[in-house]
């Protein structure tokens, strides 16, 4: 493995080529080796002192696990089946009576867990706008064990002040989890702001070709560390090693591809303001101002709202060909989304509703093309429904 002290220093574009690299000694193969291996030889029965099974430990995972834990400032990583997967783990360490404060603009998949999975085991939830950092606060109770967080929020792109929320947690000895998918940590680092537990669906920017699942868990309490090791290990959602390689490839672009996506994006919202049929735009550092909450960049999403109604809204996200209409999102490739009918589905419209995601919300996963070729098939899409 590569030695760690050696990068502890170094500036995170080049912990993100060299973090979690294997030297490989009998070949000297610089790119780390896939290990498909189930199972390893030990040396006596009950002999745990190296690998002894791949829901355990693989060394492709662990390259990977190693990599997530230095880039976010972390002490361990945690690699998972999906993002889902993670989070699931994370709740389980939770008990029947607890109750969660979570941000109420949040993935629709993480809405669907709480509410349809994890009520149906004894936790209670509540969702606040926690753009004011306040709300976290005041929603607490006296069995409150967790406040979870996205910033920037998907789809409105909301941020949330980790550091004042986190702030508060400490106060009232309630853990703070940030999903860190939208941001990555090239943009921002939420372990450094005070929250206990970071989660990415590294099938978005970390492995960034729309071509793996997977999901991550990185903490620095060792008390955290071994429990979500024990969960890990005992729910068995971990992640295979060959998507292990998929992602570590991805993450040696991660930073040239951040800020091609940021300067995408800043280019679409400057297009879209000058377009009459696009209410109003989310995106994070709008309008010239900086970006708040420590981040370095805006990152490469962007939402609009489409004056028309649900027909004007179908042509239009039908009509682009060069942004492909899919779920997901972080790829080079430009997506667009149309979260009512697709990510945030599952959510009933009336909660949609009152947390302002309508019916004429489009989302944009900016990605790495010609910034012309990206504004001129928004314009033709624009075009098609203004005729």
């Known amino acids: 493995m590569t030695n760690d002290d050696s990068l502890k220093n170094k500036k995170i574009e080049t912990r993100l080529i060299h973090a979690g690299r294997i030297d490989e000694d009998k070949t000297g193969a610089v790119t780390t080796p896939i290990y498909p291996s189930s199972t390893y030889r030990v040396e006596y029965p009950g002999d745990e002192s190296g690998y002894v099974y791949s829901r355990w430990a693989n060394p492709t995972r662990q390259a990977l696990e190693k990599a997530l834990a230095d880039l976010e400032n972390g002490t361990h990583g945690f ?5 889902l997967g993670a989070l699931a783990t994370v709740m389980h360490l939770l008990k029947a009576g607890d109750h969660v404060v979570a941000v109420s603009d949040l993935y629709g998949g993480t809405h ?11 936790l209670d939830f509540t969702y606040v706008d926690g753009r ?3 709300d976290f606060e005041k929603a607490v109770k006296p069995n409150t064990r967790l406040f979870w967080l996205e910033t920037p929020t998907n789809p409105l792109l ?3 002040d980790i550091e004042a929320v986190a702030a508060f947690a400490n106060k009232h000895n309630i853990l703070t989890a ?5 941001a990555t940590p090239f943009i921002q680092n939420p372990l450094d702001l005070g929250a206990d537990i970071v989660l990415h669906s590294m099938s978005k920017y970390l492995a960034g070709h729309c071509d793996v699942i997977a999901g991550a868990l990185i903490v620095k309490d060792k008390e955290l560390t071994e429990k979500l090791k024990f969960h890990q290990n005992a729910l068995g959602a971990i992640l295979g090693p060959f998507d292990s390689w998929l992602v570590l490839r991805g993450l040696k672009t991660l930073h040239l591809r951040m800020e091609r996506h940021s300067f995408n994006s800043l280019k679409i919202v400057e297009y879209l303001e000058t377009v009459p049929k696009v209410g109003k735009i989310y995106y994070p550092g709008q309008d010239g101002k900086p970006v708040p909450n420590k981040m370095k960049l805006p990152g490469g999403m962007v939402s609009f ?12 996200v039908t009509s682009t060909r060069v942004f492909i209409l899919a779920e997901s999102l972080g790829g080079v490739e430009s997506l667009i989304n149309h979260p009512a009918l697709m990510t945030h589905a599952s959510i009933p419209a009336e909660t949609r509703q ?8 489009i989302r944009l996963s900016v990605g790495l093309e010609n910034i012309e070729d ?14």
């Open 132 to 134: 004011n950092p306040e």
């Open 178 to 182: 940030v999903d860190n998918t939208f």
């Open 112 to 122: 669907r867990q709480f509410e349809k999975v994890m009520r149906s085991f004894g």
């Open 79 to 83: 690699a998972f089946a999906s993002g």
């Open 158 to 160: 909301r941020l949330i």
């Open 374 to 387: 990206l504004t001129a098939d928004l314009e033709q899409a624009f075009a098609v429904v203004s005729a």
């Open 305 to 316: 709202e489409l004056k028309g109604d649900m027909e004007t809204v179908r042509k239009f």
């Open 354 to 361: 009152k947390n302002g995601i309508g019916d004429n919300l």
